[in-house]
């Protein structure tokens, strides 16, 4: 069983940048993809981005590209989330999730991943 620890939450300015961390315990190797998704206050779970496993493709939200990088390290089993230009509209409780089955690109339906870590708080003020 895969289990998932976000690290590397905090609070900062509008403009500022941030890095997020997740480590795997085991058995990542049936792991797929693996991705980052947010709950602001009062809003759904929202995709932010996701990293195929193996092949490393990459896809992100609209709202997010070009600012926001995912990383993995397979041999550590850690995924990574630099967050640069942030905004307050980017304060959310962060989740690392990781799905145990599909294709080489990463699904971006939380429904579609198996593992979810217990979120980690980035706040961002203006």
């Known amino acids: 069983q895969v289990q998932l620890v976000e690290s590397g939450g905090g609070s900062v300015q509008a403009g500022g940048s941030l890095t997020l961390s997740c480590a795997a315990s085991?058995?990542?190797?049936?792991?797929?993809?693996m991705a980052w998704f947010r709950q602001a206050p009062g809003k759904e779970r929202e995709f932010v981005a996701a990293i195929g496993w193996r092949g490393g493709i990459t896809r992100y939200a609209d709202s997010v590209k070009g600012r926001f990088t995912i990383t993995r390290d397979n041999g550590k089993n850690t995924v990574g989330l630099q967050m640069n230009s942030l905004n307050p509209e980017d304060g959310a409780i962060y989740y690392c999730a990781a799905a145990g089955g599909g294709g080489v690109v990463p699904p971006s339906t939380e429904s579609t991943y198996d593992y979810w870590g217990q979120g980690t708080q980035v706040s961002v003020s203006s």
């Open positions: 085991l058995r990542t190797l049936s792991v797929y993809a």
